[in-house]
Nanobody, 125 residues
Framework: QVQLAESGGGLVQAGGSLRLSCATS????????TGWFRQAPGKEREFVAS????????YYADSVKGRFTISKTNAKNTMYLEMNSLKPEDTAVYYC??????????????????WGQGIQVTVSS
């Protein structure tokens, strides 16, 4: 059983930064794709970023490209999301997710099989 746990959320002013972490227990990330999604009140869950652990290819939503950086630490089985130049519209519950290494569309939430509980990120104006 794989479990994912997010940490690092909170309240920050517009223009500020936060770093989210996603730690896994159970099976390792060594051959998976992991990603970040977010869901704002009244909106559907949307893709933020993802990374392939075999090779390190990264993918970003246009809305966060140039501001957010996804990374990983193999030894700690931990994934990170460095968020800079935060905007009020980044306010959401952020979820980390894990999918199989053969995942075709990293932005498609339906292809991910394990999810964390989510963590709140609030950006004040």
């Amino acid at each position: 059983q794989v479990q994912l746990a997010e940490s690092g959320g909170g309240l920050v002013q517009a223009g500020g930064s936060l770093r989210l972490s996603c730690a896994t227990s159970g099976r390792t990330f060594s051959s998976f794709v992991t990603g970040w999604f977010r869901q704002a009140p009244g909106k559907e869950r949307e893709f933020v970023a993802s990374i392939r652990w075999n090779g390190g290819d990264t993918y970003y939503a246009d809305s966060v490209k140039g501001r957010f950086t996804i990374s990983k630490t193999n030894a700690k089985n931990t994934m990170y999301l460095e968020m800079n130049s935060l905007k009020p519209e980044d306010t959401a519950v952020y979820y980390c997710a894990q999918g199989p290494r053969w995942l075709v569309r990293p932005s498609n939430s339906n292809e991910y099989t394990n999810w964390g509980q989510g963590i709140q990120v609030t950006v004040s104006s």
